[in-house]
């Protein structure tokens, strides 16, 4: 059984930083695409950033570009997200997410974790 489990979340100011984790298990991921995603309330889910389980070029939305980072720790079968520079639109529920194809279209990805809320007061 494939899970997903996102921590790190959490109540922070602006301008401050949280790092977010996901723990992969239930399969090997190797090829996979791991993504974040993150959906505000009344808003759509909307993608974050994304890298190759297998190392490679990441991709990042513009909006954390330059504040952002995602990275991922093979060994331990972990994805991170380094968040910088918080702002209160970062305000969401921050989700984990993993699919064969890389992509920004939620869509596109079989497996989901159950989220875990940012929230960043001004």
């Known amino acids: 059984q494939v899970q997903l489990v996102e921590s790190g979340g ?24 791991m ?3 993150r959906q505000a309330p009344g808003k759509e889910r909307e993608f974050v950033a994304r890298t ?3 190392g ?11 504040r952002f980072t995602i990275s991922r720790d093979n060994a331990k079968n972990m994805v991170f997200l380094q968040m ?7 305000t969401a529920v921050y989700y984990c997410a993993a699919g ?20 960043v007061s001004s």
Request: hydrophobic letters at 35%; glycine letters at 16%; charged letters at 15%.
């Open 10 to 33: 959490g109540l922070v100011q602006a301008g401050g930083s949280l790092r977010l984790a996901c723990a992969a298990s239930g399969r090997t991921f190797s090829g996979y695409t």
């Open 35 to 37: 993504a974040w995603f």
């Open 52 to 54: 190759r389980w297998s």
């Open 56 to 66: 490679g070029i990441t991709f990042y939305a513009n909006s954390v570009k330059g």
């Open 84 to 90: 910088n520079s918080l702002k209160p639109e970062d």
């Open 100 to 119: 064969l194809i890389g992509s920004p279209d939620a869509g596109r990805y079989d497996y989901w974790g159950q989220g875990t809320q940012v929230t």
